[in-house]
């Protein structure tokens, strides 16, 4: 039996509490409680629920046991207030009667921090409080609520997360503003100054003053409360609306909208000026916001960011650029480059093992701290595609990696690591013993976004078994997206091999996962490249989560998207085969075996069809006219299209990349290898997923090369219309003829069926084409 707490009533979880007589024990000792539960969670320690009400209802809940404080303890007492008071305030009050405490005031709070979140363990008492208007009411909240220690509130959704201890690590992000609940010392009242002007709107600025405004913010409009704005109508661009703002006194925040529904000759666009700091940033096509600050003048332009948005140090009336990093520079990474570093060749040889690994961006500041783990998805994500469990496991944006498995269910099962930087990995304890691990800071946000410094943390594995090892690492890259961070992709690449010939030993298996926040085209991957085997990429942003190794391509045995659970990234799942032989040198025979079926496939049909031109016209065939330079090797298409067509008997992929970039509805092709049924797929979306098939090839259309392709172009495309007419058509097809059409290069004959009628339809062959 379970008794449920009303929302807003005092409740303390304590942890590892063995039996319910120590859980009663408990509550009869805490001045607050008046009821309490135990019970034990899934795989978890067992817990004591301290709750300051007596049960308004009873729930019926296995492995729960729930009772009322003891009668011989002393009585309960309510929570006290919030407020902390010396003795000879608590006397004064204690004085006068109950009606005259006031209530907590915001402007009491401790120090608020912008741009941090606190962070305290999940067994702590945890509550969320919707539509709180400000960081100072929030603090005002926490200061009501007895177990609340420390608070953060979120800018975006108006949330108040209290928090019933103080925080074990300060994180930056953007959007969130954190405190304490402990109270500042109130100076003593002075009087008033005399009440300074409100500001000029029309007023310049002036020559000692300077202008810093922010960079571009397209697609938002800024909205807030301000005692001044003024919109200026038919301006033609957001650098005009921006300059207009820069030399405005009173203006601190711009929009300029392309289309305010303004008639006249000048265009339909307005620019928005505000005097205030925005309080909401909403989606808005054509929309264009930024922010201008106006200060004294400051003389060492070095003493600027990288857009002029970070000030000198200690000015008055400073507001630090949160997307900046603090005036001290502090750490910064190693920019410099040069000679890649060889890694280690993995080892051949012995038994094949099988290590099947998973990366995932657990988004944790929204999908655990503000949507509640949306009713476990992440952890069904990962329990479900257990089947056979996972090796090792690399988490980015992880603050707790206890708190998954415990919540999947697996923390009996694995050993977790928890880094800096909000990184963590967990390893098989019954198939694995760790030999080191470690972590560095190999890169750090630019300026233009800043969150911070960006780790790669590493552990190397010993397969129980089998002996062998794995040298396993997890990275989560920097901002912005493909920009390498503050010392670009190559740098970026360059640290984290360095990181891994320090650290991985000859014959290691190196696995290298992660959020890259690195797409296929940008220097990061590219350098990567340049000594790993891109595995398998995600479709997240044009692919920025990755999984890397020494290991060949062919030694992927499954690749697998498993979706997002909750959170804004793919969870991808690879499993890689280890040993065996020489992976590297099977791979490249399958593969060579099936490319040289493929070319002796394609040369016998070429030899076909040239004779039979030769025969019927008298000229060789042209060639295709088509380079496939896009297409994936081992890679099957995840699609989702409402078109579809395929051809069998098609000798290579060029050919069916031809086949697709002459067809308008095609936007995708897929290659299948079969014994004596190669089949060409073409499909009308693209690609939403990739799942690794040995032998299968996979691309886009060839579009540049259209133009150029050769004269049976058209004549496959009046093919697949004809066929899909007749497909959709269900009343029974008007006879006609077979038309057999030269195919030079293209495999067995093609025949195209014409709906005209004619007299040789009584006469001629009457079977179904070869290639449809």
């Known amino acids: 039996v379970d008794y449920p707490v009303s929302a807003g009533e005092w409740q303390q979880q304590v942890s ?32 004591c629920w301290l709750k300051g009400m007596s049960p308004k209802i009873k729930v019926h809940k296995l492995k729960f046991l729930s009772g009322l404080r003891s009668a011989a303890a002393p009585p309960a007492r309510a929570p006290p207030a919030a407020e902390t008071k010396p003795p000879a305030a608590k006397r004064a009050a204690a004085a006068k009667p109950a009606a005259a405490t006031k209530p907590a005031q915001a402007g009491s709070c401790g120090p608020i921090q912008h741009g941090i979140d606190y962070i305290v363990g999940h067994d702590h008492w945890f509550r969320q409080r919707a539509h709180v208007a400000s960081p100072g009411a929030c603090c005002a909240q926490c200061r009501a609520a ?62 000692g003053e300077q202008t810093v405004c922010g960079p571009l913010d397209r697609g938002k409009l800024y909205r807030g409360n301000s005692t001044w704005n003024e919109h200026l109508d038919h301006i033609k661009d957001p650098h005009t609306c921006r300059e207009k703002c820069r030399h405005i006194a009173a203006c601190r925040v711009w929009t300029w909208v392309k289309d305010a529904g303004l008639i006249g000759p000048d265009g339909p666009s307005r620019c928005l000026l505000m005097g205030g700091t925005p309080e909401h940033r909403v989606e808005k096509a054509g929309a264009v916001s930024g922010e201008c600050r106006h200060t004294a003048h ?13 000030l000198r140090k200690g000015h008055p009336g400073q507001k630090a650029d949160l997307r900046a990093p603090p005036t001290s520079e502090g750490w910064h990474p190693s920019c410099a480059t040069g000679k890649l570093p060889e890694l280690p060749e993995p ?34 994500l990962i329990s479900g595609s257990m089947d056979p469990p996972y090796d090792v496991m690399g988490f980015q944006e992880c603050e707790d990696p206890h708190y998954v498995l415990r919540k999947a269910g697996l923390e009996d099962h694995y050993h977790a690591i928890k880094g800096e930087m909000a990184i963590c990995m967990a390893f098989r304890r019954d198939r694995w013993s760790m030999l080191t691990s470690g972590q560095l800071n190999v890169a750090e946000d630019r300026k233009d976004q800043y969150f911070g410094q960006r780790a790669a943390q590493f552990i190397r594995l010993h397969h129980t078994a089998t002996g062998r090892t794995v040298f396993f690492m997890n990275h989560h890259g920097p901002l912005p997206v493909d920009s390498g961070g503050r010392c670009g992709g190559a740098a970026t690449a360059f640290n984290i091999m360095e990181f891994i010939a320090r650290n991985a030993r000859p014959k290691d298996a190196i696995i290298l996962v992660g959020d890259f926040n690195a797409d296929g085209k940008s220097a990061t991957v590219q350098q990567l490249k340049r000594r790993l085997e891109e595995l398998f990429r995600g479709s997240v942003d044009g692919g920025i989560d990755h999984v890397f190794g020494n290991l060949p391509v062919s030694s992927v045995v499954k690749a697998v998207n498993l979706g997002n659970g909750g959170s804004d990234h793919d969870a991808l799942q690879v499993v890689v085969r280890v040993g065996g032989g020489s992976p590297e040198g099977n791979g490249k025979a399958k593969k060579g075996e099936a490319s040289q079926a493929a070319n002796d496939s394609e040369r016998t049909h070429k030899q076909d069809a040239a004779s039979a031109g030769h025969a019927h016209h008298g000229t060789p065939p042209k060639a295709l006219g088509c380079a496939c330079d896009m297409a994936e090797h081992d890679i099957d298409y995840v699609i989702q299209s409402n078109w579809g067509f395929h051809f069998d008997h098609v000798p290579s992929p060029d050919v069916c990349c031809h086949r697709c970039s002459v067809v308008p509805e095609c936007r995708s092709w897929i290659w299948v290898p079969a014994a004596g049924l190669n089949q060409c797929w073409l499909k009308g979306g693209l690609p939403v997923g990739r799942i690794r098939m040995l032998g299968h090839v996979s691309g886009l259309p060839n579009l540049a090369a259209t133009a150029t392709m050769h004269e049976d172009a058209d004549k496959i495309r009046k093919y697949v219309q004809r066929k899909t007419a007749v497909r959709r058509d269900t009343a029974t097809p008007t006879p006609g003829t077979w038309e057999k059409l030269p195919s030079p290069g293209m495999g067995n004959p093609l025949f195209f069926l014409s709906r005209e009628s004619s007299d040789r339809a009584a006469t001629a062959e009457a079977r179904p084409p070869t290639a449809a």
């Open 16 to 47: 590892d509490v063995s039996t319910p007589d120590l859980c009663c024990e408990r509550c009869n000792k805490s001045p607050h409680c008046r009821s309490w539960t135990w019970g034990v969670t899934g795989h978890g320690p067992k817990i």
């Open 347 to 380: 080892g051949h040889g012995g038994p094949a093992l099988d290590v099947k690994v998973l990366t995932y961006n657990l988004y944790w500041w929204n999908l655990f701290d503000i949507e509640n783990d949306l009713g476990g998805k992440p952890f069904r």
């Open 298 to 310: 400051v003389g060492n332009a070095s003493s600027r960011g990288v857009h002029g948005n970070r």
């Open 146 to 207: 007895d177990p609340c220690k420390s608070w953060t509130w979120v800018r975006k959704s108006r949330q108040c997360i209290l928090k019933g201890g103080e925080p074990s690590k300060k994180l930056p992000n953007y959007g969130v503003v954190s405190g304490l609940a402990k109270l500042v010392p109130i100076p003593r009242p002075r009087p008033a100054p005399r009440p300074s002007p409100p500001p000029d709107p029309h007023k310049v600025v002036g020559a």
